[in-house]
């Protein structure tokens, strides 16, 4: 049986982590599965956990009036799910569901927020691979605010 | 005296004059989406296959309106039509979605470089569209897919603003059931009955199956997203020689007489519209042209 570290230094966030990391991250993980449709976490609730995808589909989404939930962001097998457990005030700004049924892997964000703290090490790589996935998001959301398929005369 | 070439000699000597629009007749046309639409000609003058590569252009006249340049968009391989897919966005396009069937038009052409199918045999194709980019790619794909045993693995990637503006949407499903063809599609925004991919194109990439160091890709969008593609298959180990582009300029004359189309030192209409990117890379960052 496939160990949960095995599990974890198998997927791209994780992957070249020290074993002494890679064991103080397995000690806040989890194995998570979510069902078809199933809500993940909401906007304005405390961002405790974030999400290392192993199989299946995520939406990011956000609620708007009159528009209802407007999916702006999927996600799917080796990409990573939430930083808000990172940053105070520790509050999802979206809301996450599952498109398809999806195994993930949760890691505790407080755990390692504490464990980050103790191990400057293992806080500095945590926020190299996180500034690194909010780089390509912030680099995707600006050409996608281009609206570059408008159309024009 | 002229004398009018007879069909034998426009089909064994190509067309006519490049500057002469020849009479086609609309079979059909169909709507894809809200503003795009794709329409099938037949000759008028008894030409019974129109031979083109894939990713040129022709040059469609509306009587009394104007001239536009439009890829083909239909199977270099079907005889007897001509297959165009147009976005309606300026008077001449949006005066050819109005024509009805049995309506005549102008066509010069076809122009311009093709996609490089052949150089792609034995190694893995990537195709990466980017909205009405998917209409100049949609021959290369008949092509790669009439022979397909000639190649290795095939991606499609294909961007576009809303589910609702996704072309070929019945194609994409057949080709999709072929199992020999990845195809990946992403939307730029959706709501919450789309259970597809939603995010920019260039996302995709790092989905798509391919060897770096033996794939041809071939891109096609607006100029943004082209230069942000590069840069990610780039990323993804590829090498500038191995990647195709289809540019876009104002194209007139579409024989490179005019020099409405100029891009740097070359013509797009005649020189491109597809160039291999390292030969255009140290124009591509030049703002001013």
């Not at chain 1, 599965?33 to 993940?40: D, K, L, T």
């Not at chain 2, 790669?144 to 194609?171: H, M, N, S, W």
Request: hydrophobic share 40%.
């Amino acid at each position: 049986m496939e160990t949960l570290q095995r599990i974890l230094a198998d997927h791209p966030f994780a992957r070249g982590l020290s074993d002494k990391h890679l064991e103080l991250l397995t000690g806040c993980a989890s194995n998570v599965r979510f069902e078809a449709g199933q809500e993940v976490f909401r906007e304005g609730e405390e961002a405790n956990e974030f999400y290392l995808i192993r199989e299946g589909k995520m939406s990011v989404e956000l609620f708007a009036p009159e528009r209802g939930s407007v999916n702006i962001l999927t996600l799917g097998e080796g990409d990573v799910l939430g930083w808000s457990w990172l940053v105070p005030p520790y509050r999802w700004r979206f809301d996450a569901r599952a498109i398809e049924p999806t195994r993930a892997i949760a890691l505790d964000g407080k755990c390692l927020r504490e464990k980050a703290e103790r191990d400057s090490e293992l806080g500095y790589e945590l926020l190299k691979r996180m500034a690194h996935i909010m780089e390509e998001r912030l680099h995707a959301t600006r050409l996608q605010l281009l609206n570059v398929y408008e159309a024009h005369s | 005296m002229f004398m009018k070439p007879t069909v034998e000699e426009q089909t064994v000597h190509g067309s006519l004059h490049p500057m002469v629009p020849q009479p086609w007749c609309v079979r059909r046309l169909r709507w894809e989406t809200e503003d795009t639409f794709t329409f099938e000609l037949t000759s008028e003058n008894g030409l019974t296959k129109f031979c083109f590569l894939p990713g040129q252009f022709n040059m469609l006249y509306v009587f009394g309106i104007g001239e536009v340049p439009i890829s083909i968009s239909g199977a270099p391989a079907k005889a007897g039509s001509l297959v165009h897919t147009v976005r309606a966005v300026g008077a001449a396009t949006r005066a050819l979605g109005s024509l009805k069937r049995g309506a005549h038009l102008g066509v010069r052409g076809p122009f311009g470089s093709s996609w490089p199918v052949e150089e792609a045999t034995g190694k893995d194709v990537v195709i990466v569209a980017g909205g009405i980019g998917l209409a100049p790619l949609r021959p290369v794909i008949y092509e790669v897919l009439a022979k397909r045993q000639r190649f290795g693995r095939v991606c499609l990637l294909y961007g576009t603003r809303t589910p609702d503006d996704i072309l070929y949407i019945k194609e994409l499903e057949k080709w999709r059931e072929r199992g020999d063809l990845q195809i990946l599609v992403t939307v730029d925004r959706a709501g919450q009955n789309w259970t597809g991919n939603v995010g920019v194109v260039t996302t995709l990439l790092a989905k798509a199956q391919f060897d770096p160091d033996n794939t041809v890709a071939m891109v096609c969008g607006p100029e943004v997203m082209m230069r942000f593609t590069i840069r990610e298959l780039q990323s993804r180990g590829m090498g500038v020689n191995d990647i195709y582009i289809s540019m876009e300029r104002n194209m007139k004359c579409a024989v490179g007489f005019c020099g409405h189309c100029q891009y740097g030192p070359t013509f797009i209409c005649k020189d491109g519209p597809i160039f291999r990117y390292d030969r255009i890379q140290h124009l591509f960052a030049i703002r001013e042209i």
